[in-house]
């Protein structure tokens, strides 16, 4: 009797169950799918009504004599923002090895290229209110609508960065404690992906 009372303590004591690690996706994996997941759908309804109101307006678009969309800052913002997957990546197989080092020097180097990401965009928008506003007309809308609520989520994930960064650095992150540098990941590639499509449908789709 005494022994089987021991292996229970030992399967169900405070040790046992804060280090086994759950069968299956966890709720916190699900919940940042089903966030990720209605996020995008939003996008694909700006995205979609950009399309229609292009082809709704006219062969003529940008309208009222817009200039298409330069591309040189657009491609620099793309070759900062979508690489900062790459550290996003190796900072989360380091921490599952229990390397906070490649954690904490992954986070800083996506933090890093995110804020470059903003800050050029900022320069854009300075360039972009000298000729067009959001009230101009249906293009300036949806050029920054799009674009702003991109920036508003690399903003979020940013934080999640520098909240995830903080924690490794008072030992709150471990081997087995990665999930929220994986769902933080999760979110991140998203940004990076909406961006891409957004390159796409905002600076190429007026030149072709």
């Not at 923002?81 to 090895?97: C, D, K, Y």
């Not at 924690?167 to 992150?173: A, F, K, Y």
Request: glycine content about 12%; charged content about 10%.
């Amino acid at each position: 009797m005494t022994g089987r009372r021991g292996v229970v303590a030992a399967a169900t004591g405070a040790e046992a169950l804060s280090t086994e690690l759950p069968v299956g996706r966890s709720s916190g994996w699900w919940g940042m799918a089903m966030f990720v997941a209605t996020e995008a759908t939003l996008f694909a309804c700006l995205l979609g009504s950009y399309f229609y109101l292009r082809f709704q307006y006219g062969p003529q678009w940008p309208p009222n004599g817009i200039g298409a969309p330069e591309l040189v800052k657009p491609l620099v913002m793309t070759a900062v923002l979508l690489p900062s997957s790459l550290p996003m990546i190796w900072a989360e197989r380091g921490i599952r090895r229990g390397q906070l080092w490649r954690l904490r020097s992954g986070l800083a180097a996506t933090m890093v290229l995110g804020l470059t990401f903003l800050a050029l965009q900022a320069t854009e928008y300075a360039e972009k209110l000298r000729h067009f506003t959001m009230t101009t007309d249906v293009y300036g809308s949806l050029f920054y609508l799009i674009t702003g609520f991109h920036g508003l989520h690399v903003l979020v994930g940013l934080t999640m960065i520098g909240w995830l960064l903080a924690t490794s650095q008072g030992g709150g992150l471990g081997a087995h404690h990665h999930e929220r540098v994986r769902n933080g990941a999760i979110y991140w590639h998203f940004v990076d992906a909406v961006w891409a499509a957004i390159l796409f449908t905002i600076y190429l789709s007026p030149r072709l």
